[in-house]
């Protein structure tokens, strides 16, 4: 994910500014979690894998080559992680899952990876709903307009670790499914789009 550095000075500024009476360290605290803030961005028209491509069809049927997918995330100590999705171009009045994966896309939907959590299920792949829902995960789900277009947004009130970054958002064939055994399941990888989170 991209750093900001006269973003994230500002912030420092305004958390400097907006302190009053606060201690030395309760201001270091402050300046030190706005360092933690970082923005990422991706668009792409989707098309057959090929090394460095943003976005992947594994499905032409379901996502033409051709349509367009964007990324946008900003992700924070404090006011956590808020990430959207829009496409165009998809099957009009249809249902999709997406989800923030582990790992950027590759040739096949698997090599990205499961999807992101912030507190990792012991038991893989993980169905079970206690760490595969949209609090610990980050889900996009949407339904396309007449015209084929999708917008999802997601908001998680924990930041990315600095250490383990996600690489890609997926988008599977359905939307995402809560019961215990399948929770997390979208069906079949359909399109993957990289960002560099």
């Known amino acids: 994910m991209k750093r900001l550095p ?3 000075a500002l912030t420092s500024a305004v958390a400097l500014v907006g ?3 606060a201690t030395a360290a309760e201001s270091a605290e402050r300046s030190h979690s706005s360092k933690q803030a970082a923005v ?3 668009h792409g028209t989707f098309g057959p894998y090929t090394d460095g491509a943003t976005a992947t069809t594994y499905d032409e049927e379901l996502v033409p ?5 964007s990324v946008f995330s900003l992700s924070a100590d404090g006011p956590g992680t808020t990430t959207k999705l829009a496409v165009r171009g998809l099957v009009p009045d249809r249902h999709y899952g997406a989800h923030v994966h582990d790992h950027p896309c590759g040739a096949d939907g698997a090599d990205a990876g499961p999807h992101y959590q912030h507190e990792l299920d012991p038991n893989q792949p ?3 709903p206690e760490y595969a829902n949209p609090d610990n995960e980050v889900w996009l789900d949407f339904t396309t307009s007449a015209h084929g277009n999708g917008f999802a ?3 998680v009130d924990w930041p990315y670790d600095d250490e383990r970054r996600p690489g890609s958002v997926i988008i599977h064939e359905h939307h995402t499914s ?6 997390g399941e979208a069906g079949e990888r359909l399109a993957c789009i990289n960002v560099d989170l």
């Open 6 to 8: 006269a973003v994230l």
């Open 19 to 21: 302190a009053g009476t």
């Open 178 to 183: 809560t019961h215990p055994g399948e929770a």
């Open 126 to 128: 993980s169905t079970d």
């Open 40 to 42: 990422a961005f991706a």
């Open 153 to 155: 947004k997601s908001h």
């Open 65 to 69: 080559s051709g349509a367009h997918a």
